[in-house]
Every structure is written in structure tokens, then in C-alpha cells.
Nanobody
């Protein structure tokens, strides 16, 4: 089993920054990809970013490119999502997920494990 625990969500004003963390524990040795998703009220969960655990390559959805950065700390088994220039449309519950695939995938159903989510609210 794999446990994922997100933290760092809070309320900020537009233009502000936040850093989300996702600490993993358990049998994570074959979790090759860690992803970030978000779900706004009344909307479907959508892909935000992902990072290859080995190598650190990253991939982002177009709406966050240039504003969000995902990174990892191997020693801490933790991934981060640095979010800058936040907009009201970034308001959502943010989830991290882990996937055994070595190919970055953007569909939620393809991920094996999920955290409980952390809420980000951006006010104008």
C-alpha cells in the first residue's frame, strides 16, 4: 500500500503564491510517476502536472505552464507543487497521485493511489 498526504493549501489573493507538498509512505519503490490534479466545485478532476520520480522530468497542463512548478525530494519521498501568479480560476481541491507507469498519464483513473486533497482558494 501507498499513502499520500498533501499539505499547504490555504486562502490567498490573486497574484500570490503557495507551495503544496505531498509526502509518500509505504511501498512506493515502483511509483514511477507522481501527479497533481485539481477539482473545482461542480467540475471534474483535471490534470495539473506530473513528475517522473527517476530523472525528474516534468509535464504541465497548458493553463499552468510558466506559473506552476513541480519538483521532488527523493530523500524525503515528497513532491512539491510551487504555484505562482495564482488566479481565481486556480481555486480547487488539489490532489497528488502516484502511478506505477513510467509514462506520464493525465487521466485520473489511470493513477493507482491518491491523497486526500488540500484546498486552495484564490480570491480576486
Amino acid at each position: 500500500q501507498v499513502q499520500l498526504n498533501e499539505s499547504g493549501g490555504e486562502s490567498v489573493q490573486a497574484g500570490g503564491s503557495l507551495r503544496l507538498s505531498c509526502a509518500a509512505s509505504g511501498r512506493t519503490f515502483n511509483m514511477y510517476t507522481r501527479g497533481w490534479f485539481r477539482q473545482a466545485p461542480g467540475k471534474e478532476r483535471e490534470f495539473v502536472a506530473a513528475i517522473y520520480w527517476i530523472g525528474g522530468g516534468t509535464y504541465y497542463t497548458d493553463s499552468v505552464k510558466g506559473r506552476f512548478t513541480t519538483s521532488r525530494d527523493i530523500a524525503k519521498n515528497t513532491v512539491y507543487l510551487q504555484m505562482n501568479s495564482l488566479k481565481p480560476e486556480d481555486t480547487a481541491v488539489y490532489f497528488c497521485a502516484a502511478d506505477r507507469s513510467a509514462v506520464i498519464r493525465t487521466i485520473p483513473l489511470e493513477y493507482d493511489y491518491w491523497g486526500q486533497g488540500t484546498k486552495v482558494t484564490v480570491s480576486s
